[in-house]
């Protein structure tokens, strides 16, 4: 069975950083491309970063390029997100989906609240 | 980087039929196709369909997509209560290089 964890989730003031982490289990970690999708309170979903199965290929929403750093180790079946100057309006569920082709597989979110 | 545009609601009775739709443009919709996905309050979005309309397994056969030009469709036959729930499109846009969501439709089954 597929099974996606989020963890590192949390209160952290404006300007602070957070690192969430996906375990995956159930599937060959190295062999899909995973993501990183968020969903503010009572909005809708909006992508963050994806990174190729190799890390050979990575891309991120305009919203958190340059802060933001996606990053995945096979060996250990896990997907990382390095958050740094976090904002206000990075308050969300952070859900990690695993591509295939489309994202058939999410975990179940780690609530990340940016607040003072 | 600009979203698709999906109805924010709407409304059916139980055991018709729904169409909801997805509209990007030709870098993502019109490129590739749309993904369907729902998401029930509280729980993480599911697929009901890829990009190329086929339905993952165990995926009921009262959802079916579909496409023309730069719109997606999800039509749902034969509405349950339980398909009560917030329905999501998603497509790679290639000139972004980035997936791009719609806004959602929360689907109410009267």
């Known amino acids: 069975e597929v099974q996606l964890v989020e963890s590192g989730g949390g209160l952290v003031q404006p300007g602070g950083s957070l690192r969430l982490s996906c375990a995956a289990s159930?599937?060959?970690?190295?062999?899909?491309?995973m993501n990183w999708v968020r969903q503010a309170p009572g909005k809708g979903l909006e992508w963050v970063s994806h990174?190729?199965?190799?890390?050979?290929?990575?891309y991120y929403a305009d919203s958190v390029k340059g802060r933001f750093t996606v990053s995945r180790d096979n060996a250990r079946n896990s997907l990382y997100l390095q958050m740094n100057s976090l904002r206000a309006e990075d308050t969300a569920l952070y859900y990690c989906a695993r591509d295939n082709w489309d994202f058939d597989y999410w975990g179940q979110g780690t609530l990340v609240t940016v607040s003072s | 980087q600009a979203g698709l545009t999906q109805p924010p609601s709407v409304s059916k009775d139980l055991r018709q039929t729904a169409t909801l739709t997805c509209t990007g443009n030709s870098n993502n919709v019109g490129n590739q196709g749309a993904a369907w996905l729902q998401q029930h309050q509280g729980h993480p979005p599911k697929l009901l369909s890829y990009r190329n309309n086929n339905r993952p397994s165990g995926i009921s056969e009262r959802f079916s997509a579909s496409r023309s030009g730069n719109t997606a469709s999800l039509t749902i036959t034969g509405l349950q209560p339980e398909d009560e729930a917030d329905y999501y499109c998603?497509?790679?846009?290639?000139?972004?290089?980035?997936?791009?969501f719609g806004g959602g439709t929360k689907l109410t089954v009267l």
């Open positions: 159930g599937f060959t970690f190295s062999s899909y491309s």
């Open positions: 998603s497509a790679w846009d290639s000139s972004l290089s980035a997936w791009v």
């Open positions: 990174i190729s199965s190799s890390s050979s290929t990575i």
